[in-house]
Structure formats: C-alpha cells, structure tokens
C-alpha cells in the first residue's frame, strides 16, 4: 500500500515545490526573498521551522529569515555565525549529496560553538528514522556557475510526519536550495542595479546642476570668460564666449568663434601667449579690439583635463587691465622722465647709456699684431688671408674669443681718433649748457625760467632724428645722444643745436633770449656712463671758456 501511494507523494510533493519555487521570482527585494526562502519550506517542503544563514562580505553567516516560530524569529534573527564554525558543521554528520544531515547523537559536541541556534528537548527516538528535537539538517546554497562559492545555508528543523525525510523529501530540499541560490543572486544583482541606478540618477543631477551653475557662472561673469579648443588642426580656437568678452573686444560670438587668441593678440605678445596656453598659467598681454586698438589684459588659463582623454578645453578668464596699465605705465614714466619738459631725466639718460657700453674697450690691434707676425715669416697666402682681419682658425672673432666669447653678439661703441673726420662712426653725447639762463631766472622769475626750459626742450627735439635721445639732466643742463655719426656730423649737428635755441622765446607778451655752449663727447665700450658725461662736459667748459662773454650773452 506504501508503494502504491509514493506517485502520489511524489507528485503532491512536486506541486508545493513548484508553488514555492514560483513564489521565490515574485520578491521584490532581497529581504523579501530571503523571507519567502524560508516561508516556503514551511509551507511547500512540509518542516515546522526553517533558517536562512546568508554569507557577509567578511565571510561570516547571518541569519536572515526565519519562518515557524515568532519566538524563535526574535531570538536569533540577525545574528551571526563564523565561517569557521559553519564550514565545521558541514564537513561533519553523514551527507546526503548536497546536504548535511547532524544527528542528534554527534550534535552535542555544537552545542557551544557561535552558530545561532535553536532546539527543544524530546525523548529518544522509538524507531530508527524517527525526528530527534535536535538532529541538524543543512541545505548550503552555491552560486551559479559551477563554482563552490557559498551564498548561503537553509537549516530546517522538525518535519512535519516526525520522521527523517526519505530520498524523494531530501532531493526536493536540495533542488529548492538550488533554486533558492538563484533567487538570492538575482535579488541581489536586481538590488545591486537599483542601487547603481539611483547613485547613476544622483550623479546626472549633480552633473546637470554642476553644468547648469557652470553655464551661469559663464555666462553672467562681470569679466570676460571663454572656452578655447586644446589639440589638433584647431587648437585655441574660441568655441565659446560670454557677453563680457564680447562687449571687451566689441565683437559678437558668432564673429569670436572664427578666432583665436592668437588672432587677437599684439603681435609683440604671441611668445607669451603660447608659452601661457601650453603651461595653463597666467599673463598679461594686449588683445585686439574691432576698432583696431589694443586693449591691455590679464589671461588666467586653466586646463579642463580628461582623467583618460587627456586635456579637453582650455578654460580662459580676460580680465581688462587697461586702466591699471596706464597707471603703471604713467608711474613708469615719471620716474624715468622730467616732469617740466617731459624729456628722460638723468637716471633714464645714463641707463640708455650704459646699455650701449660694456666692460671691456673694443680694440683693432689684434688684426695688426697677427699681420705683423705674418709679415716677419714673409707673409701670408691667400687660404690664409682671413687671419689678416682678426679671424682665429677657428671661424671666431680674435677680439671677441678674448674678451666677451666666441658668441659675443654686443656691437662695440667706438670713438673717433680725433676731432677729424676720419670715416669712423660713433656714439656722440653733446652736452650743452644755456648761457645767460641765470639772469633771467633772477630778473623774470620761476614761472619765465621754467617756460624758457619747456621751449629750449621742444627745439632740441625738433633737430634731432627719431632714434635720437634729448635728456635734461638738470637746472639748465641737457644732454643729446646721437649715434652713427662722424666727428663733423657731430660738429654740424651742434652748430644746428645752437642755432635753434638763439632765437627770442616769447614769454608773457615779452622775449627773451639764451644762449647755449656745447661740449662733444664721445661714448666707447670700457668707459663708463659718467665717465662718458664728464668728458663731455669737460668739452664743454672748454668750448665755453673759448668764447668772448659777448657771443654768450643772451637775455
């Protein structure tokens, strides 16, 4: 009669296991599944209680669900068991395929390990397979894949017809465990979704609120703000502009983003654009405005970087620093130029000075000295004729090898031998002086001395070149640097000079009249600036002392 009725154990069995394998797909979170893990063994699989231990991240077990008793549940629910002590409990007892049963008779020794547990006392079995209160039976739960990689361990407890399940009660166990692990790996890769799609949703709006304050920072900025391309056939070319920088270029966006800096910059700039585009630095340079004029600016670049792709734009910020400039260069002015007449003052005077002259004096003896040596051997041939010019066989200068280096490049101011024009061309410093400023100062006053001063100043300016310097150095003591001239260009230039200062100057409805003594001096490398304007000023007491009073009265 037992036999005859196992098809329909069988099948009734298969009917509660495929109820409760359907219920396992229709959780909706983790919790949920782990719950109807443990609910379907008590209500499919026929135990009174059941307990699903779930693997931590630190490998230890914790109780996740329990079904069959709400004291129980309270007891022991959430907590933890070790590996060590789970992996002891199912290496013993006898196993049943995938699972491990623990009778009651080897289960003592577990009773003080760390394994949350739950257990009644009852009387010894009567026959052999009866149900002991505390036989163990465990289904572990494996991940899919072929691999041993434990989720998890279904403990049940006290079946329902009191004994040990047969074969059919134990392969039913293990498949449900089997499916039990697929449920909880689809839980948690559902869980594991969810949360990377809400943390995916969280970043999206922190990138388009972080893209949204950009765009107003960009857009709203007082200063000008623009985005320029890094790399490739277009790089620095502006994909973006604000009305800030529009407004400071007096151009519009669309006509910007046909440019580059590049394109706007002074071209005395470029070097320090490029060098500021390719460090990501600072800069302060000259743009271009509509109107042709250029517009003094700070550049602050900062490169937007791709953790993978590398730079993406370069960020720039035009700060308009025009009116600091002027300032600068109003105070720079000052410093280096007279404040009545506006010519350099002394220290600009000496400082463009110095820098035509260096230490050491140019010579043309070396020349000489190596043609009177080749002229004691007899002479030289012609593939040796470039020694007779002060050429070394070695390609380098004889006079700049000995003094400044082969790569000497300073061009050497050189005096005239004499007071005769003798071809040579040099650096002439005329320093003059006005005869007869005192006495006017004394009989007119300030006011007519500092008008004469304003007057002799302009007229000393109308007779020199361009590249020419008129500095005062002084009370009534100015100082012209005229370079590429011989001795008689310097005496002409002079008598030029003097010519243009005699006639009267009308000041208040009255003329007066000054004259003026000039003294020429010479500049040439190994002398110094002052050295350099004593003796033109010797030169010009000289030529002073050398006129009658009459010649140099003015007033």
Not at 18 to 28: E, F, G, K, P, S
Not at 489 to 506: K, W
Not at 531 to 539: C, G, H, I, N, T
Request: hydrophobic content about 40%; aromatic content about 6%; glycine content about 10%.
């Amino acid at each position: 009669m037992e036999a005859e009725s196992e098809p329909y154990v069988r099948l009734a069995t298969m009917r509660q296991l495929h109820q409760a394998v359907a219920d396992l797909n229709t959780a909706r979170s983790l919790a949920d599944t782990l719950q109807t893990v443990a609910d379907g063994i008590v209500a499919g699989l026929g135990y009174e209680l059941a307990c699903v231990n779930l693997v931590r991240s630190d490998g230890d077990l914790v109780v996740a669900a329990f079904a069959g008793n709400t004291a129980a549940e309270a007891l022991i629910t959430g907590r933890v068991g070790s590996r060590a002590s789970w992996e002891r409990r199912l290496s013993m007892g006898e196993c049943w395929d995938e699972l491990c049963f623990i009778p009651h008779t080897d289960g003592w020794i577990l009773h003080d390990d760390d394994v949350p547990q739950w257990h009644t006392e009852g009387p010894e079995p009567r026959f052999e397979d009866e149900w002991h209160p505390e036989d163990r039976l465990y289904a572990p739960m494996y991940a899919s894949g072929g691999g041993r990689d434990l989720l998890g361990v279904i403990s049940v407890d006290r079946p329902r017809n009191g004994r040990r399940p047969g074969a059919w009660g134990r392969e039913a166990l293990q498949m449900y465990a089997s499916q039990s692990a697929i449920a909880i790996s689809n839980a948690r890769l559902r869980a594991n979704m969810q949360r990377a799609l809400v943390r995916l949703e969280r970043e999206q709006q922190a990138l388009r609120a972080s893209e949204e304050s950009f765009r107003q920072a960009f857009e709203y900025a007082p200063s000008g703000m623009a985005i320029a391309e890094v790399g490739g056939d277009q790089h620095g070319r502006l994909l973006r502009t604000n009305d800030a920088l529009c407004r400071l270029l007096g151009r519009p966006a669309s006509v910007l983003r046909r440019y580059s800096f590049a394109d706007l910059v002074h071209p005395e700039d470029i070097g320090t654009l490029l060098r500021t585009s390719a460090e990501g630095g600072r800069a302060e340079l000259r743009l271009g405005r509509r109107d042709g004029t250029y517009l003094w600016v700070s550049l602050r670049n900062s490169v937007v970087a791709d953790s993978t792709d590398g730079p993406r734009f370069l960020l720039t910020h035009v700060e308009d620093i025009e009116e600091r400039k002027r300032h600068e260069l109003h105070l720079a002015h000052r410093a280096s130029h007279d404040a009545l007449t506006g010519l350099p003052n002394s220290a600009e005077l000496r400082a463009r000075l110095g820098a035509r002259l260096c230490e050491r004096p140019h010579s043309t003896t070396a020349a000489t000295a190596v043609e009177a040596l080749d002229a004691a051997y007899g002479g030289v041939e012609d593939g040796d004729a470039a020694r007779t010019h002060g050429f070394r066989a070695d390609g380098f200068e004889a006079d700049a090898v000995a003094g400044g280096g082969p790569y000497d490049h300073h061009v050497h101011a050189v005096a005239p031998d004499s007071e005769q024009d003798d071809g040579t061309k040099g650096l002439a410093v005329l320093f003059c002086d006005l005869d007869g400023f005192k006495s006017i100062n004394d009989r007119f006053g300030h006011h007519t001395g500092d008008a004469v001063l304003i007057e002799v100043a302009r007229r000393l300016t109308t007779c020199v070149r361009d590249g020419d310097t008129v500095a005062r150095l002084g009370g009534d003591e100015f100082v012209v640097l005229a370079d590429g001239l011989g001795a008689a260009d310097a005496a002409d230039l002079a008598v030029r000079l003097r010519n243009a200062i005699i006639p009267p100057i009308r000041v208040d409805g009255r003329a007066v009249r000054v004259g003026a003594s000039f003294g020429i001096g010479w500049a040439a490398c190994g002398m110094t600036a002052e050295e350099v304007l004593r003796s033109a000023d010797q030169r010009m007491y000289v030529e002073k002392r050398s006129r009658s009073k009459v010649h140099r009265r003015a007033g």
